[in-house]
């Protein structure tokens, strides 16, 4: 009876496995629902530095710079790359950040924004690909394991209305971070799934 008991923990363990593994969220709603509105997430607004920038909590720390062209710009509401041939690399320092999310835009010369695509690539090699309809369109990602770091780039040059072709900056406002991640993904509730079973049998003998 008592093995029958830990084969029906195994089987409960492995049907929550699917949906709820590494995802990447198109809304700050669904984010925010994912990481069950952590008390614990850290926003940062930023647009106040213009050099390589450090923030977070001690707790929850990372580093913005430009790559490979070092520099950073604000104009006072969000933070960007001075070099339009650069990208933004985020880095997590603190090694708990599971989920990150905020508002990742292009913007001109004049700092308006433009309607340019988006690429975001994490360190587990996942990449989005997107093209926000404003700069406030929010994108995130929710994983299992630690975020060590997540890059900006434009994915095409830009090209307007009229056919020419623009210079753009990558750009990045709202910022948010949270140490709640997605659940394991199935091969590790298998593994553990198949522990429990090692250790039964062992009991068994």
Same mark, same amino acid.
């Given at each position: 009876m008592r093995n029958l008991k830990t084969l029906a923990v195994v089987a409960a363990m492995l049907s929550v496995v699917g949906s709820a593994s590494a995802q990447i969220m198109t809304s700050s709603a669904a984010f925010q629902a994912a990481i069950a509105n952590d008390p &614990?997430?850290?926003? #940062?607004?930023l647009g106040? %530095?213009?050099? #390589?920038?450090? &923030?977070?909590?001690p707790n929850m720390a990372y580093t913005v710079t430009a790559t490979p062209i070092a520099g950073l710009y604000s104009d006072g509401n969000f933070i960007g790359v001075n070099n339009n041939g650069s990208d933004l690399l985020i880095t997590f320092t603190? !090694?708990?950040?599971?989920? /990150?999310?905020?508002?990742?835009?292009?913007t001109d010369f004049s700092d308006n924004f433009r309607p340019q695509g988006v690429t975001l690539t994490y360190n587990d090699g996942t990449v989005d690909t997107y093209t926000p309809g404003s700069a406030s369109d929010f994108? !995130?990602? /929710?994983?299992?394991?630690?975020? @060590?770091? /997540?890059?900006?780039?434009?994915?095409s040059p830009y090209i307007d209305s009229t056919g020419t072709s623009i210079a753009v900056?990558?750009? @990045?406002?709202n910022l948010v971070t949270s140490s709640h991640g997605a659940v394991?993904?199935? !091969? %590790? @509730? @298998?593994?553990l799934g198949l522990g429990a079973v090692a250790m039964m049998r062992r009991k068994r003998n």
């Open positions: &614990g997430q850290f926003n #940062n607004p106040s %530095s213009t050099a #390589n920038w450090n &923030g977070g909590t603190s !090694g708990n950040v599971r989920a /990150v999310g905020g508002n990742w835009f292009h994108h !995130g990602y /929710v994983s299992a394991s630690p975020i @060590l770091w /997540v890059k900006m780039s434009k994915n900056w990558a750009s @990045l406002d394991p993904e199935p !091969g %590790s @509730l @298998l593994a």
